[in-house]
């Protein structure tokens, strides 16, 4: 990972979710992301959090939610750097780490760039059997085993206003 500065990966804290919609805000030019965010929390499909800090400013975070269906499965959503301190691996840090420690036990889908997923263990071959409301051209799985299942991806009511 690029810069300098104290790099810390780590758990949300309650203390850092304002920071983390201001992020998603900037990140993507609108808070449909944060509110995304927001009601996953609510409804209990968060199933995990994490924020890379520098010098202890949030300016990286990824997020895992349990899908609706299939039973088990985890959805990588959303990913976001600051802007200004793209470029740096922190993003990929976190998507990494989420894949070596849920990735074991658990499916994960995420919807985006193959080759950056590619690049932090996610496969799209994989993914080339899946139903999904989304483009299957753009998603990739990381879990356990190596077949390309079939099954249909529901995602959490969250995602429906996206």
Known sequence: MGGLGMITIRALRASDTTDVFDLLTRAFGAPAEARLVEDLRESGAMAAERVLTLDGRVVSYAALSWMSAPNG????????????????????????GFVKTHGCDHMIVVLGDPAFYGRCGFDS???????????????????????????????????QGL
């Open 125 to 159: 071959a994989r993914a080339r059997n899946l139903i999904s409301p989304y483009p299957v051209s753009h998603m990739l799985v990381a879990g356990p085993g190596d077949g390309a299942p079939r099954v249909r991806l529901d995602y959490p009511a969250a995602f």
């Open 73 to 96: 499965w985890l959805c990588l959503a959303p990913v976001a750097t600051d802007t200004g301190a793209g470029r740096q691996g922190y993003a990929s840090a976190l998507v990494s």
